[in-house]
């Protein structure tokens, strides 16, 4: 497909990994539109923005017709992890219904990545299959329904990728992972004592390079596959920190005994039963950190090759846009 011809549409690209997206690809020549329920990140990004809701499906198809997209980068979701229930992420499973309805129906789209979510295993399984699932949250569990939805739909006329984003920082981020940076920068975040922990981590940059590599490969390569998006390196969280640190010019993070670390997260499981939103830690979060998280990233690395941006160069951007956004306030 010649890259003049192509015209993408990005459902939830005014989110955090949408506009790191959204702002390489309007580097090139395609023509582009994000829709979403809340305005860009970015405020450069306003003209191509148009107020969805994908869980509509009249607007939905309606747009899909009007723009006639040859391309979709499926990211629009709720990603919290604070629902209540199933219900709570209707964005998640009944969106990607009309999703899946509205292609099916357009006569211009080729291709569609489906956003999914690591978070459909639970932190530490290692799942024996892409049909192999083991959510423990509601969020995690509306995700392999929409993954479901994807691969069973009876009529597919176009090709499709499902992509599971690790772990991924980075400019534009909110919670959890941009907390991670602030507590490190702020000297709040402590590490458990003499404990290595290898996490599959991905700068946005990097992953944005996967979602176009996946987006421009080859039919044989993608179509019909799921892919794990991440830095293939896994990172150990003691050294990230403490390069976080460096990058910010502070002293390197502390270490403490494990057994502290508990004690504060049951106060922070406290706080949080009492009302309190976002306490720094609580065990679920504590269990988080302390699980390893290496994930197989299959054959994504033959696709897309090197990845652009090591660690140190995410970390260093990451910085320069936090103490630049503060200067902007």
């Not at 723009?67 to 604070?82: K, S, W």
């Not at 509306?142 to 599971?164: D, F, L, M, P, T």
Request: hydrophobic share 35%; with cysteine; proline share 5%.
């Amino acid at each position: 497909m010649n890259e003049i011809s192509k015209r993408i549409l990005i459902t939830g690209g005014s989110g955090f990994i949408g506009t790191n997206l959204i702002e390489v690809l309007k580097q090139g020549d395609s023509e582009l539109l994000n829709i979403d329920i809340k305005p860009p990140l970015n405020a450069n990004q306003n003209d191509i923005y148009k107020n969805v809701d994908i869980r509509d499906y009249a607007s939905l198809s309606a747009v899909i017709n009007e723009f006639n997209p040859t391309q979709i980068y499926h990211l629009g979701a709720r990603t919290d992890l604070n629902g209540p229930d199933l219900e709570a992420y209707d964005t998640n499973t009944d969106g990607v219904l009309n999703l899946i309805k509205a292609v099916e129906n357009s006569s211009s789209v080729k291709r569609v990545i489906y956003t999914s979510s690591r978070l459909v295993c639970r932190i530490g399984y290692k799942p024996k299959s892409d049909d192999d699932y083991c959510s423990t949250t509601p969020y995690g569990e509306s995700k392999v329904i929409g993954e479901k939805y994807v691969k069973e739909s009876a009529y597919q006329n176009y090709e499709w990728s499902i992509v599971r984003p690790t772990s991924i920082w980075g400019p534009w981020f909110g919670l959890p992972y941009s907390q991670f940076f602030d507590m490190v920068r702020q000297k709040k975040y402590v590490h458990p004592k003499g404990k290595k922990i290898n996490k599959s981590f991905g700068f946005v940059g990097n992953t944005v390079y996967q979602l176009i590599s996946i987006m421009n490969a080859e039919s044989e390569k993608i179509n019909h596959k799921t892919f794990y998006v991440g830095d293939y390196q896994p990172i150990e969280v003691n050294e990230f920190a403490n390069k976080i640190c460096r990058a910010f010019n502070i002293s390197s993070i502390l270490t403490v005994p494990g057994s502290l670390l508990r004690a504060f997260a049951i106060t922070g499981d406290f706080l949080k039963f009492i009302g309190i939103k976002n306490p720094p830690l609580t065990s679920f979060r504590l269990n988080n950190l302390l699980t390893e998280m290496v994930h197989d990233f299959g054959a994504l690395p033959n696709i897309t090759g090197p990845l652009p941006y090591s660690a140190d160069d995410g970390i260093k951007i990451t910085v320069e846009w936090i103490l630049n956004s503060e200067k902007h306030k």
